[in-house]
């Protein structure tokens, strides 16, 4: 009898790491979760321990293992999709980071990002990397542990240290040290990366006096990077074979291989991704060019745009206004409202985002009147979240020149229908919920099951995929620009207002 | 083996009488001692004689008395069993063989019989009857000295040592300004901070390594072997440099397997504190068996209580409790069981529940198979383990459950009702995380243990169980089973 044999997939995030275990059809057969400590040391720093990080991986794998039943030499290849952008650097020798890992959130390298903009290599930077100098990248948080970690700098030029992002660490750790690798989408958010010659770029690496004997070897997103140690796999030695960063995981998990594909991802914020094909679109909106993956010997870019507050302003309802006990009851209370929805709320909290780029704005709520209800407000927030996400979705129209007839979302919020419709409304077009909303594990998990054979092509996925459910766009044009240009409206509103207080 | 395996026979039954008098309370009937030793009445009435002559030189601090039909134990308030339970082994003569063995570790026949003073005969059958006691921790008496692997010996006498020195003893004999200095410098080089009882227990493992250095031809075979994965480990790095420094000041040559030892006790001898421990826990070599089985065990027992998930202290917690009991379980063999872990586990189980036991039975089962170890026959260490594993799942059980509301409904006569009442509530009192209370209306209850059939519907409980009115074990058991699965 043949051994039946299965895809890991482990998906290490910002607050936890999961492991999931998928069958030959793409479902769940067992998987496990640990959350992990989160450092501020500083007011805007975030850290991680990558060896607490390390830790929670290992302890999910057997998580995984005990609760499905699997051995784990039933795993024919193991999937990684990470954190992005978050930053280790350890003794090669040791394997001890020589500091704690810097998380794509923090702050702390700020300086020195605005230092590059002050001197005039926004432009450097973008047409090489396709990014938007920022202290989110992986390349001032590498200068930032060199200057501030005692002898780094020069253990770092003697070869004796490694930098990497999260999935680089993971392959470095399971094949204890085997494959100091990462892939073209991970390496791709470092700010280091020439995302047209898929190689380090020489150029950054003096400016930033990054060593490369210090970076990982780029490869493609689905390939054998090395074999897990038997003492670090349950006794079994098995290819790590697939790697991405979350977001283009989940542009892979949602199926998304054509030109014009878009996935959104409905979390804290919103990271909207669109697969632009084999040449990469440069934005002039101040979106993001990145990989989103590479494979088969072909490399296909992505243009990415955020909304920074999503499923935050959920959480404002909830714990800042106290009008809701829970998220899950918004889809609810928004469908008992009978407004007509001329109310808008601007939740920039933090500022906005793509395209506006206002990072002095502040939230404002617009159109309140004396019939205004606690539903009007719960459907206002969750339209201002479709809102934001049209917002970026024409900006990669104008960027890109390609029509966009159909979004693909997951994420938390990707279960309210009320949401998932008007999104649809108001982009006209359709909108597609998965079945399985963990894309981001299956997009790693197919990843890895396509270099090792598990599955055969494309094809093959798209055969046992099933799409979910659509919403199909139902508002009449008239009454969909009359919202929009109401929301613009707000928008131009919220930036006029720049009152500080002395 | 137990600390009384090294009694003979009649001194064995008085300590067994002490405990079982300590056990029900101070008092029990001569009858039911008399049963449960399954002695006849004139061998306790000499027990009884001979430990009340025993008694005499603690002067009524401890004192036992018997008027044909109960027995009774007095102790002043200040005044521990544990000191005539040492004493009654520190004169025992097989404790004496093995601790002129640790003293002076080759003998000829004549020196020990005569600084004994016992004939040879009772010298080779008391070393047979010791030896049969060491087999479970693989050493052996043979030719004037004491066989087997280094660790193992070490091992051995450490428990045996624990056990009969007292505080006081500690703070004379161990606690010597050279202990005190080397315990300082690991704390220093480690990195570490180590609490009082730390302190203690490294002292006497550092007396008895002193002791067994100058031993020539020691066995280290197991050691080496088992220690291959822990080469390249953080801590056993550590404290391999930090040995050969001590060693070198000392000028005593040592062996590098000397560090091993010290790396495996430090490391499974309760001497790191949890937050020690944590702090290794994040850099320690994954590729161990210890580390291995830890994270299984650990992730075995999440996924029993999910989906309760435990804090990340408590995770902590329970991953340093077991690193201890797998770290044991795997290098050393044999143990001193300082309770009768049968006994224990029969009475404790009354408050673990079936589930609790059966989840200790599947940990030691994956533990031992991790570690390549077969539980064909189980050993005192590996019967002492399940024992500590349960432990370790009460202390999770204990944080982790909610606390269950109980209340008792019974529509009987008022008198019956009461009686009954009183019953499930003494029967219930043990079990962990529960409130038993009569039955009040407009309270809410997890449970309601009634006899009303469907008369009257509990709208503030979650569960009711019906019992009936000739209330039986059968009802107990079930209605412990109910608890078990409502707390998880």
């Not at chain 1, 390609?402 to 649809?424: E, M, R, S, T, W």
């Not at chain 2, 052996?140 to 020195?165: A, P, S």
Request: glycine residues 6%; charged residues 25%.
């Amino acid at each position: 009898m043949t051994e039946k044999k299965y895809i890991m997939s482990i998906d290490q995030g910002t607050t936890s790491s999961r492991a999931i275990i998928y069958d030959k059809n793409g479902r769940n057969v067992g998987n496990s979760q640990k959350e992990f400590t989160q450092f501020f040391p500083n007011d805007g720093w975030v850290e991680h321990s990558a060896n607490e990080i390390w830790n929670s991986v290992q302890s999910v794998i057997a998580g995984a293992f005990i609760e499905s039943g699997i051995r784990p030499n039933e795993i024919a290849g193991i999937g990684i999709t990470n954190q992005r952008e978050t930053t280790v650097v350890w003794d090669k020798k040791t394997g001890l980071p020589i500091y704690n890992a810097i998380v794509w959130q923090s702050r702390q390298s700020s300086p020195i990002a605005d230092q590059l903009k002050e001197e005039g290599y926004a432009d450097f930077f973008h047409k090489k990397t396709g990014l938007i100098i920022d202290a989110y990248f992986s390349a001032t948080k590498v200068r930032w542990i060199l200057d501030h970690v005692e002898g780094a700098q020069e253990r770092a030029e003697k070869g004796e240290l490694l930098f990497g992002t999260i999935d680089t660490w993971l392959v470095w750790k399971l094949t204890d040290g085997g494959s100091h690798v990462t892939d073209y989408s991970n390496a791709s958010r470092t700010m280091m990366f020439n995302i047209h010659d898929l190689e380090w770029d020489q150029e950054i690496l003096d400016l930033m006096n990054i060593p490369k004997i210090m970076l990982p070897k780029p490869c493609s997103n689905s390939e054998v990077y090395g074999m897990t140690r038997s003492f670090h796999f349950y006794g079994a030695e098995v290819p790590i074979s697939g790697m991405a960063g979350d977001q283009q995981a989940a542009l892979f998990g949602q199926m998304a291989f054509e030109p014009g594909m878009v996935k959104n991802t409905y979390g804290t914020g919103s990271f909207i991704v669109m697969n632009t094909g084999e040449t990469p679109t440069l934005s002039k909106n101040n979106l993001l060019t990145t990989i989103g993956y590479g494979i088969n010997g072909k490399v296909y870019y992505a243009i990415e745009g955020s909304v920074f507050v999503t499923g935050s302003a959920i959480q404002w309802l909830r714990d800042g206004l106290e009008i809701i006990k829970n998220a899950g009851e918004t889809e609810k209370i928004a469908m008992e409202s009978t407004s007509d929805d001329e109310l808008f709320v601007v939740p920039a909290f933090t500022g906005l985002g793509a395209p506006y780029w206002d990072s002095k704005a502040r939230g404002a709520i617009f159109g309140i009147t004396r019939g205004t209800t606690r539903a009007d407000f719960v459907k206002a927030t969750l339209q201002s979240i479709a809102y934001q996400v049209r917002d970026v979705i024409d900006t990669m129209k104008e960027d890109t020149g390609i029509d966009i007839p159909l979004l693909k979302v997951d994420g938390g919020a990707a279960h309210n229908d009320y949401l998932l419709q008007f999104q649809a409304d108001i982009l006209n077009s359709s909108v597609q919920r998965p079945r399985d909303l963990e894309t981001t594990a299956l997009g790693a998990a197919f990843l890895a099951g396509l270099a090792v054979g598990f599955w055969k092509d494309l094809d093959e996925l798209k055969e046992f995929y099933e799409a979910g459910e659509a919403f199909e766009p139902s508002m009449p044009a008239e009454k969909r620009e009359e919202l929009y240009s109401g929301w613009k409206q707000a928008v131009a509103a919220t930036q006029a207002f720049k009152h500080t207080s002395k | 083996m137990r600390i009384e395996d090294f009694l003979e026979k009649r001194e064995a039954f008085q300590v067994a009488i002490l405990k079982k008098l300590i056990l029900e309370g101070g008092r029990v009937s001569y009858e039911k001692l008399r049963k449960d030793l399954n002695i006849t009445k004139a061998s306790l009435a000499n027990y009884l004689e001979d430990i009340t002559i025993y008694l005499e030189e603690y002067q009524g601090d401890c004192q036992v008395d018997s008027d044909g039909v109960f027995v009774e134990l007095f102790l002043t308030p200040h005044f521990s069993i544990m000191t005539v339970y040492i004493n009654y082994v520190k004169r025992s003569l097989k404790y004496q063989l093995i601790d002129y063995i640790f003293n002076y570790q080759e003998f000829t026949v004549i020196e020990i019989s005569n600084d004994l003073s016992i004939s040879e005969s009772s010298l080779f059958r008391k070393i047979k009857e010791l030896n049969s006691l060491l087999k479970e921790f693989n050493i052996k008496i043979k030719n004037g000295r004491i066989y087997g692997e280094e660790l193992q010996i070490r091992y051995f006498y450490f428990q045996v040592f624990w056990f009969l020195t007292t505080y006081e003893e500690y703070q004379e004999v161990l606690l010597t300004n050279q202990n005190q200095s080397l315990i300082n410098g690991f704390e220093k080089e480690l990195d570490i901070k180590l609490n009082d009882l730390s302190r203690r227990r490294i002292s006497l493992w550092f007396m008895i390594s002193k002791k067994r250095a100058s031993v020539s031809k020691k066995a280290y075979k197991n050691i080496v072997q088992k220690m291959i994965p822990y080469k390249e480990d953080y801590l056993n790095k550590q404290v391999r440099k930090l040995i050969l420094l001590y060693f070198s000041r000392y000028s005593i040559e040592v062996e590098e397997e000397e560090s091993m030892i010290h790396f495996i006790f430090l490391t499974t001898q309760s001497v790191l504190s949890e937050k020690a421990f944590i702090e290794y826990d994040l850099v320690r070599s994954r590729r161990t068996p210890t580390a291995l089985v830890d994270t299984l065990l650990r992730e075995t027992i999440l996924l029993y209580y999910l989906p309760t998930k435990p804090s990340i202290a408590l995770e902590r917690k329970l991953t340093f409790y077991l690193s201890q009991i797998n770290g044991t379980l795997y290098f050393f063999e044999g143990a001193l069981e300082l309770k009768d872990s049968q006994e224990f586990m029969a009475k404790e189980s009354k408050t673990w529940g079936e589930n609790l036991q059966a989840l200790s039975e599947q940990l030691l089962k994956t533990a031992l198979e991790t570690i390549n170890e077969s539980n064909s026959s189980r050993s005192s260490l590996e019967k002492l383990t399940l024992v500590e594993y349960s432990t370790v799942l009460s202390i999770v059980d204990f944080t982790i459950s909610k606390e269950l509301i109980i209340g008792i409904d019974l529509d009987l006569m008022e008198m019956h009702a009461e009686i009954l009442t009183q019953t499930l509530m003494l029967n219930l009192k043990n079990v962990i995380g529960i409130t038993v209370e009569k039955y009040r209306e407009h309270h809410t209850y997890d449970l309601v243990i009634t006899t009303n059939l469907s008369s009257r519907f509990y709208t503030r409980a979650t569960e009711t169980y019906i019992v009936s009115e000739q209330f039986s074990k059968f009802d107990l058991n079930q209605i412990k089973t109910r608890i078990n699965e409502l707390k998880i």
